[in-house]
């Protein structure tokens, strides 16, 4: 069974910093290309970033500079650093597992509200 777990969100003042964390079991998490997607209030589900299983990576616009993702395959986990929040950055960020197009996962998200 294939179980993406989130854990890190929480509520951030402007400016401020948060790491995401998504625990993977039941994939061989090293061949996996592994995404964060966020949906804000109102709006559809969106790509912030990637990584791919050799470690090639890719941002939204809106976060370039911003956020980081990284992976740990020794852990199946998956990291998103976020630096220099904004409140247009609420919202509920989900982990993706991607191996081609057949096989794809989602964790259940993970609320991150950016707010003074």
């Known amino acids: 069974q294939v179980q993406l777990v989130e854990s890190g969100g929480g509520l951030v003042q402007p400016g401020g910093s948060l790491r995401l964390s998504c625990a993977a079991s039941?994939?061989?998490?090293?061949?996996?290309?592994m995404g964060w997607y966020r949906q804000g209030p109102g709006k559809q589900r969106e790509l912030v970033t990637r990584?791919?299983?050799?470690?090639?990576?890719n941002y939204a616009d809106s976060v370039k500079g911003r956020f980081t993702i990284s992976r740990d395959n020794a852990k199946n986990t998956v990291y998103l650093q976020m630096n220099s929040l904004k409140p247009e950055d609420t919202g509920v960020y989900y982990c993706?597992?991607?191996?081609?197009?057949?096989?794809?996962?989602w964790g259940r998200g993970t609320q991150v509200t950016v707010s003074s």
């Open positions: 993706n597992a991607a191996w081609g197009v057949s096989r794809v996962y």
């Open positions: 039941g994939i061989t998490f090293s061949s996996y290309s």
């Open positions: 990584i791919t299983s050799g470690g090639s990576t």
